[in-house]
C-alpha cells in the first residue's frame, strides 16, 4: 500500500472517527497537525448537521473542508460551497409516508437547523447528540424552510422498521440507511459521493491521490471514489464488501491507526 501519493484524508463521523461515546480522541487532533504541515486536506464527511459536526472539530474547524447532511451541504470556513435541497412537494411526500409510522421520529434538516416533533422526550434527549441546532414544531408540514434532508430515527432499527416502508421513494429521492437507528432522505445528488467528487473536483483530487473512511450504508458512495477506501472492523457488511482496506474498530482508533502509517 503506497500512500505517498495522497493529498486528501475523508473521514465519516459516527462510527468511524467518533468512538462509541460520540468522542473525537485528543490523537487525532496531534495526527492532523503533521496532515496540514504536509498540505494533506481534511474533510469531515457525515450525516449529521453542520453545526454539530463543527462542535466536534471546533479546533481545526476553518482548516477543514465539511460534507454535513449526507452530502447535501458542503462548507469551508463558514462558506457554502454546495447544497442540494429537497423541494416542499418532495417533504410533504416524505411526511405522509413516514408520520403514520409507529416509533418513527421524522427530522427536517435545513441549513441552519432542524425541525422534531414533540411526541417523545427520550428522542428529543437523544437528538441533542446529532442536532445542535433544532426547533420543535408542533406541525412538520409547516415547516416553511429549505429542506437538505429528512432523517428518520427509531430506537430499535432503521433498516428492519423504517426502511421497509420508505424504500419506495426511491424512485425518485435518495433513501440511505446511515446508522442503526436512522434511515435518511434527500435529492437524488444529496449523497457523499456527490459532494466528495465536488471537492475532489475542485482541488484536481484523483482516485488515487484520496484516502477515505466509512462504516455504514451512507458512505458507500464515497468509498467507491477512492483506491484507498478503509472499512472500519464495526462497519456495515455492505461496507467491508465494498472498501479495499479494513481497519480497526471506531473504538481502536481505526482511523488514527491508518493515518499514522500515512504521516
Known amino acids: 500500500m503506497d500512500l505517498s501519493q495522497i493529498k486528501m484524508v475523508v473521514t465519516d463521523m459516527d462510527g468511524t472517527l467518533l468512538n462509541s461515546n460520540h468522542e473525537v480522541s485528543p490523537r487525532f487532533f496531534e495526527i492532523f497537525d503533521e496532515l496540514r504541515k504536509k498540505d494533506i486536506l481534511f474533510v469531515a464527511a457525515s450525516g449529521r448537521q453542520y453545526n454539530s459536526m463543527v462542535d466536534k472539530l471546533h479546533s481545526i474547524k476553518d482548516d477543514i473542508i465539511v460534507i454535513a447532511e449526507n452530502g447535501a451541504l458542503v462548507k469551508q470556513k463558514g462558506d457554502v460551497l454546495l447544497t442540494t435541497p429537497i423541494t416542499k412537494s418532495e417533504v410533504d411526500r416524505i411526511l405522509d409516508v413516514v408520520q403514520p ?144 482496506y479494513k481497519t480497526s474498530s471506531n473504538n481502536e482508533f481505526g482511523v488514527e491507526r491508518i493515518l499514522e502509517k500515512l504521516i
Not at 441552519?112 to 417523545?120: E, K, Q, R, V, W
Not at 433513501?175 to 473536483?201: C, F, P, R, T
Not at 451512507?218 to 455492505?238: G, K, R, T
Open 101 to 244: 409510522l409507529s416509533n418513527a421520529h421524522p427530522v427536517l434538516c435545513s441549513q441552519h437547523g432542524a425541525f422534531a416533533n414533540p411526541d417523545s422526550d427520550d428522542f428529543l434527549n437523544l437528538l441533542r447528540e446529532y442536532y445542535s441546532e433544532f426547533e420543535v414544531v408542533e406541525d412538520q408540514t409547516k415547516v416553511d424552510t429549505e429542506i437538505l434532508k429528512i432523517a428518520i430515527y427509531h430506537f430499535e432499527s432503521s433498516e428492519r422498521h423504517i426502511y421497509p416502508a420508505v424504500r419506495s421513494l426511491e424512485d425518485s429521492l435518495k433513501v440511505k440507511v446511515s446508522g442503526a437507528n436512522w434511515v435518511d432522505i434527500s435529492h437524488q445528488n444529496a449523497h457523499k459521493g456527490y459532494a466528495l467528487q465536488k471537492v475532489m473536483d475542485q482541488h484536481q483530487v484523483t482516485s488515487n491521490e484520496v484516502m477515505v473512511f466509512g462504516d455504514y450504508n451512507n458512505d458507500l458512495e464515497m468509498l467507491q471514489l477512492s483506491n484507498y477506501s478503509f472499512a472500519m472492523a464495526n462497519a456495515h457488511p455492505n461496507i467491508l464488501k465494498v472498501a479495499q
